[in-house]
Nanobody
Framework: QVQLVESGGGLVQAGGSLRLSCAAS????????MVWFRQAPGKEREFVAF????????NYDDPVKGRFTISRDNAKNTVYLQMNSLKPEDTAVYYC?????????????????WGQGTQVTVSS
């Protein structure tokens, strides 16, 4: 099993940047593919970014391509989401999730392990 704890959210003006972190417990972090989802008020949870457990493949939802970057540091058991050029529509609670040897699903129901979420608010 793995436990996940997100941090790094906050309030930022449009055009600004934030870096989210997701720290994982356990000794097998390197075997988990990691995903960031987000959920805005009144909306369903949606896929943001994916990084393969090997770290050699990533995938992004179209609205964040070119602005967000997902990365991982297996030595620190941490996955990051660097968010640049933030827009008000990026406002949401951001969650990290993990799947053992995950292959890249963008469906929340395919992920067993979740963090508690971190709020990102982008003001216009």
């Amino acid at each position: 099993q793995v436990q996940l704890v997100e941090s790094g959210g906050g309030l930022v003006q449009a055009g600004g940047s934030l870096r989210l972190s997701c720290a994982a417990s356990g000794r097998t972090f390197s075997t988990y593919s990691m995903v960031w989802f987000r959920q805005a008020p009144g909306k369903e949870r949606e896929f943001v970014a994916f990084i393969h457990w090997r770290g050699d493949a990533t995938n992004y939802d179209d609205p964040v391509k070119g602005r967000f970057t997902i990365s991982r540091d297996n030595a620190k058991n941490t996955v990051y989401l660097q968010m640049n050029s933030l827009k008000p529509e990026d406002t949401a609670v951001y969650y990290c999730a993990a799947k053992l040897y995950g292959l890249g699903s963008i469906r929340p129901r395919d992920y067993s392990y979740w963090g508690q979420g971190t709020q990102v608010t982008v003001s216009s």
